[in-house]
Each structure stands twice: as C-alpha cells, then as structure tokens.
C-alpha cells in the first residue's frame, strides 16, 4: 500500500495556521468535509471521540487523528504540515506540527487499521518528517509522500 | 481514696500495657513475627497465668471495646478502599463473603463436633466463630510486610474480608440465639439476615453521604475533621446496631462511600484513622490476650488444633475453589486467596459473645477459637510473604513510586498541593514536562521558600509542590521518578498510538472495527491485563485483541494505565539486512533470551 493511495495531492495543506488542537481538528475536518462531501461537524465529532480515549499524537512532533464515518464510500487522508507547532497532548510534550488525518469508512476493518500502521511508521522516520517539514508546497510534500516504501528503512 | 488509687492504678496499667504493645511492634517487624501476635502475647504475659498476674475476665468491657474497635477497624478498611479497584471484584468477594462463610461453617461443624464432643447447633456455632478472615489481620498483615499483591487478588481479599466479618457476627448472634432461646425455623433466619444485611446497607450508605455532606458543608475548626469523622462512623456503627442493622457493614459501607468522594481535609481524617486503627487492633488483642487463661486452654488444645487445620487446609480452600469457580481466576491466585484466609481479633470477639450471654460451654467456644486464630496467623500469617512469590501473585518491589507529600487546601475541594523531590534523573529535570492540569505553585531550595520564577531553574534536590487534582496526584509520579537509562527501544515494539488503561475492550472495538466477546465489552484496559495475563504486568507485557496487539506501556500500583496499541501491518518490509544488523539483531535475541525479558 503506498500512502498515496490514501491521500490526493488535493488533500494536502502546506501551512495550515492553527493555534490549539480543537481549532486544528476543526480546520482539518472542515477541509475534510470539503472533499469527501461529508458533514464537517460529523467528522470533527468522530475525531473527538478519539482523542478522549487518548491523544493521537504519536511523538516527535506527529499527530494521526483518526477515526470511521459511516457514509464514507472510501479510506480518505489528508495531510496538513501546521504553519506554526502547536500542543497536540503528546505523551513525550512535543508539539505537533505534522498531522495526518485518516477517516475510513464503517466496513474498512483490516484495511483502516493497515493505513493507520502504514502512516505511523512512514511519519515516524525522522528523515521523511524533516523532508516534510522542509517542504513549503502541496507538490513538494506529495513528491515526499510518494517515495516508494523500499527507500524507508 | 483507696478507689481513686485503683483508678489511676487501672490507667497506669493499660498505658504501661498498650505501650508495651507498641515497642513490641519494632521487636515483630525485625523478626518478621505477625504483629498482632506479639499484641496476643502481651496480654497474655500480663494476664493471670503469666507473669503479669493480672486477673481480667470482664467479657461485658472486652466486648465493649471489641465493637468499637473493630467498627473502626472496618470503617477504615472501607475508607482506604478504592471504589474503582473493587469494582470488578465486586461479585466475586461478594460470594466469598457470605456463601463462601457458609461452606467453610458448614465443613468445619463436623470436625467441631467429632472432636469436641459436641451437638450440631453447638459444632456450627464453631464453625461460623472462626469462618470469617478478619479484615484487621488481613489488611495489616498484607501492608504491613510490604508485601503488594496483584491488583485483582488483593481487592478480592480486602473485599471479601470487610464484608464478611458482618455475615459471621450475624450467624453467630443466630446460633447463639438458637442454642439459649431453641427453636427457630430456616425462614426465620434467612428473613432476619435479608432484613439486617439491607438495614444495614442503606444505615451505611446514607450515613456516609450524611457525613460526606456535613464535611463540605460545616465550617469545623481546623483539626476537627479526623475526630467528627471518626466519632461519625461509632454513631453510624450504633445506629445501625440498636436499629437491629448490621452495624458492621453499615461502618464498612459508610467508610467506602466517605473515602471515594472529594471531602474536605481527607488527607489529616486517614492519617488519623491510621492511628485509631493501629490504637484500636492493640488494644483489642492485649484485651483478649487478657481474657485467655494458657492453663484452661490446655484442656481443649488438641481438638482445637485438629479444627484449626480442617479449616485450614480443608474448609477454607473448598470454600474458596467452590465460590470462586465461576470466575476468571487461575488456580494458583485461588489457592493464595485460600491461604489468605487469616483469622484474626473477629473470631475471638465472636467467641466472647456466648461468654457475654452465659451460654453454658462458653468457655470452650473462646478457647478454641483462640487457638484457631493463634494457629492461623503464625502458620499462614508467617507464610503470607513466601506463598504469594511462589503463587505469583506478589508484585515486584521494583516499581514503587516516589515519595509524594499530598496537602489538603482548604477552601476548595477541586485541588490540592503535592510534593515531590526533584531528582537528577526525573522525567521532569530531563525534558521538562509536566502535565498541564498541574501547576508548579512553589519550590523550597536550602530551607528556603521560592515561587517557580525565583528558583528558576530548578535543579536537582530541590522540593517542588505542584497544585493538582487528588484524583490524578497518583499520576504525576511519572514524572517524577529517575528514568531507568535505556536504549530507545523500537517504536513499532511499543505500538503505533497510545490510550488510557481505562477505557474499555468496546471502545476500542468500535473505533479499530475489531471483535470483542461482547461480554468483554465493558472491561478495561487494564482490567483485561490483569485478568488475562498470568503474571502481573511489566512494562512492555504483550496481550493480543483480535487483530491488534496491546503493549502494556506505563504501570502505577499493579495496573496498567497507559495502553500502546499496535496495528496489524500485512506487507511487513523489512530492508535487507547488512551484516552488522543481522548480528546486532542476534545479539539482543541471544541476551533477551539469557535476561529473560
């Protein structure tokens, strides 16, 4: 599975410019909506309810909200790179300025929790974030995106 | 004048002989003897066969101070229980506590009745005298050889014994009844216990809220709290008794009730009861220790004996094997929770009460009782520490936390001042962090009192006290301890996103679309751990949930409460190894498989 599969190169904000984690879930779910056609407050809702179980800021900087939408026909990720960190929570206190957004559709079942193992270990590389965090546009992050897996060690 | 000598004699003699109760305690903790036994002892050196000479057979006044003392005993009990930790034990100590007092009664009677020559009502009375375990003695000597039990079984214990001391007061005052009044009918019986196990319950339960309220709301001076609450928990106790409640169980039930909810000066009303238990358990055993005379003992040692070891090694262990069959517990945490069974100060105080009503073989019910309760703490009491590392239930000392000093603030209940030694190596000095639903409010450097911005930065040796709530106080330890220097471990090991232990198997079942039995639903996190793992809980202890794997990542007290969660990942792409990976990767196998990790 690539992880351009999951994400459009219409789906990417280079410098998404958020002060709070809530203002990031909702810019990020209203952008979401946008493009799958969902209910922005559907989505913001289904993501929170994540979070209450436990932040899904999985350190050095990353955070992978998530979560199922019942009407969604297809796994659906967006990328934002935030203009400015912010406090996402994290276990290890860093801030967040790299997010990935994964919405899967109800049926998803092995397929969702693949994605998500996918793009956890994608961002976890520290030279595949710093790229990211170097890249100014949409085209440069997709490039950075659509590496091939077997270049990630 | 000659009766005020006697008066002041009397107070001399008591003082001299709780102290020496005291003292004793350094004598029992350096030879690991259990303390209540020591306490036994002195009364008994003191009493009229030991050299102490004193004459004591006044049942009415060791009754007297046997209730009240084991009403604070179980109100502290009930006090120091964390509601969420019995919560999932709550059905099986429930079983424990009556049916389980039943079974082991019922066993025990023939042996009673063989061996001392007995008739039925008289051998069952036996049994029921010595069929509870007493919470004194099991949460002391638990504690007190700081020994630290895995979370389940030690609820399990500690449930079980506050609650059943109450049923076995009920049987006994039953068949005391039936052997001095006669008949009786089993409806009868069953009725009054329906009635005063409910009296007693809702007695309990609203006393508790009562009093829960009147520490909020009235404005007692400072250092009045401890006192009001414990005096609070005698009138509950005494309510209940003289409405024909079960006393017992109402205290028990109350102290719960006050120890989960916010109170104000909660803090100072434990440290108090602390000393009123430890005041009341000396107490109470130097009395009974007085009340014994070795010399009549002698007459019924060897029946004694032969029942002290049925109950032991039969009645108690089918009791618990039975009751808790239905349950999730393996055989070895049955087996421990079947040694457990201590008898304590209960079973003499239930035995004083047929002396209390002058029931003609009284004596004998006191003295074998006494023996029991002898027998069973030195042989399981002695052998508590040993039995739960062989069983594996004990806990490793390893991860004990920092020393934290919690104060309560008055004015306010939501927070409270907690503090801490920084050391060199703490998660806070090294990175630091610290939550943000605490607050750095002062730092005392040298003797010196600084706000954070003076003393910043804080360095290592400093105390800093934080403001925070005291339901999360526990957590801040994290932060707090000195890390252990490791390697970072690999991240996919640890698992892909990290969750509360106490969110339970159906939210994550609904938000990963994995299957759960649905009666596993409402579990936690880390109740699911501790039931399905066989050993207790270390950091990194893997548990599969269909398709995902749980990584135990952080654990306080026994339980797991932070969760890693690692994902299933078809493609597993390895890059090829080079050959100083592929050594490196043998290498830590090699030494994980020598370390045992």
Redesign the interface.
């Known amino acids: ?1 690539m992880i351009t599969d999951l994400v459009a190169p219409e789906a990417i904000i280079p410098a998404l410019k958020v002060n709070s984690k809530k203002q990031a879930l909702q810019e990020l779910a209203a952008r979401a909506a946008e493009l799958t056609g969902q209910n922005d407050r559907a989505i913001f809702e289904v993501l929170l ?2 979070e209450k ?4 800021a ?2 050095y900087g990353v955070a ?1 909200p998530h ?2 939408l019942q009407k969604l026909d297809k796994i659906f990720g967006l990328f934002a790179r935030l203009d400015r960190p912010i ?1 996402f ?1 994290a ?3 860093q801030p967040v300025d790299l997010v990935f957004l994964l919405l ?1 559709p ?5 397929d ?3 994605a ?3 793009i ?2 994608l961002l ?1 590389d520290q030279d595949i974030a710093n790229k990211l965090r170097a890249s100014r546009d949409a085209q440069a992050i997709y490039s950075v995106l659509a590496l091939p ?2 270049t ?2 | 004048m000659a009766s005020l000598d006697s008066v002041s004699l009397a107070i001399l003699l008591g003082a001299i002989l709780v102290m020496a109760g005291i003292l004793s305690s350094l004598l029992a903790l350096r030879f690991g003897a259990p303390l209540l036994l020591v306490f036994l002892f002195i009364g008994m050196l003191a009493g009229d066969s030991g050299p102490g000479g004193l004459t004591f057979s006044d049942v009415q006044n060791t009754y007297l101070v046997g209730s009240a003392a084991l009403a604070l005993i179980l109100f502290d009990g009930g006090l120091k229980t964390r509601f969420q930790s019995i919560r999932t034990v709550l059905a099986p100590s429930m079983v424990l506590a009556t049916l389980g007092v039943l079974l082991t009664a019922l066993v025990t009677a023939p042996v009673a009745k063989y061996a001392l020559d007995l008739n039925w009502t008289e051998a069952l009375l036996i049994g029921a005298v010595v069929a509870s375990t007493d919470a004194a003695a099991v949460f002391l000597l638990v504690h007190a050889q700081g020994l630290r039990l895995r979370p389940r079984v030690g609820a399990t214990l500690e449930a079980e014994s506050g609650t059943n001391d109450p049923f076995a007061v009920f049987l006994t005052l039953m068949l005391v009844e039936l052997i001095s009044v006669g008949d009786s009918s089993i409806w009868h019986v069953v009725l009054e216990f329906l009635r005063e196990s409910m009296l007693g319950g809702i007695v309990g339960v609203i006393g508790g809220r009562l009093v829960v309220v009147a520490l909020n709301r009235v404005a007692l001076p400072q250092g009045l709290h401890a006192p009001f609450v414990t005096t609070a928990a005698l009138v509950i106790f005494g309510v209940a008794q003289i409405s024909h409640a079960s006393g017992f169980l109402a205290v028990y039930l109350a102290g719960i009730i006050i120890g989960n909810r916010p109170t104000r000066a909660h803090n100072s009303v434990v440290t108090f009861l602390d000393a009123a238990t430890w005041l009341a358990q000396i107490v109470m055993f130097v009395l009974l220790g007085l009340l014994v005379s070795p010399y009549r003992l002698l007459d019924s040692v060897v029946p004694a004996v032969v029942v002290a070891l049925v109950l032991m090694l039969v009645a108690r262990p089918l009791a618990v094997f039975l009751c808790l069959a239905p349950f999730p517990f393996n055989w070895r945490e049955k087996l421990f929770i079947a040694w457990t069974g201590l008898r304590g100060a209960v079973a003499i105080f239930l035995a004083s009460i047929p002396m209390l009503v002058g029931l003609s073989k009284a004596y004998l019910y006191f003295d074998v009782a006494f023996v029991v309760v002898i027998i069973s703490l030195l042989l399981q009491g002695w052998t508590l520490a040993p039995a739960a590392r062989l069983l594996h239930v004990a806990l490793p000392r390893a991860d004990r936390g920092p020393r934290r000093v919690e104060l309560d603030l008055p004015g306010q209940l939501e927070q409270q001042l907690v503090g801490y030694a920084v050391r060199p190596m703490s998660l806070f000095l090294r990175r630091g962090l610290i939550p943000s639903w605490s607050k750095p409010t002062l730092v005392i450097r040298n003797e010196k009192i600084l706000t954070p911005a003076e003393a910043d930065p804080i360095t290592a040796g400093d105390y800093l006290y934080l403001l925070a709530p005291p339901e999360k106080a526990e957590a801040l330890d994290r932060f707090f301890v000195d890390m252990q220097p490791m390697a970072s471990p690999d991240p996919h090991l640890l698992g892909d996103f990290l969750v509360s232990g106490e969110i339970t198997l159906g939210d994550i079942a609904q938000i990963y679309g994995i299957s759960v039995d649905p009666t596993a639903g409402q579990l936690t996190l880390a109740d699911y751990f501790d039931v399905h793992l066989d050993h207790a809980p270390k950091e990194g202890a893997v548990l599969p949930l269909d398709t995902i794997v749980l990584v135990a990542r952080n654990i306080s007290e026994g339980r797991v409460n932070a969760v890693g969660l690692r994902l299933p990942e078809d493609e597993e792409k390895l890059p090829p190894l080079t050959r100083m990976g592929a050594f490196r990767q043998k290498a830590a196998k090699a030494w994980s498989s020598v370390a045992g990790t």
């Not at chain 1, 179980?53 to 899904?56: A, E, F, R, S, Y």
């Open positions: 599975m309810r994540r179980l436990g932040t899904t999985v350190g992978i979560g199922k406090d929570e276990m290890d206190g899967a109800e049926g998803a079942g092995a969702h929790l693949k998500l193992a996918r956890a270990r976890r897996p077997a990630v060690p």
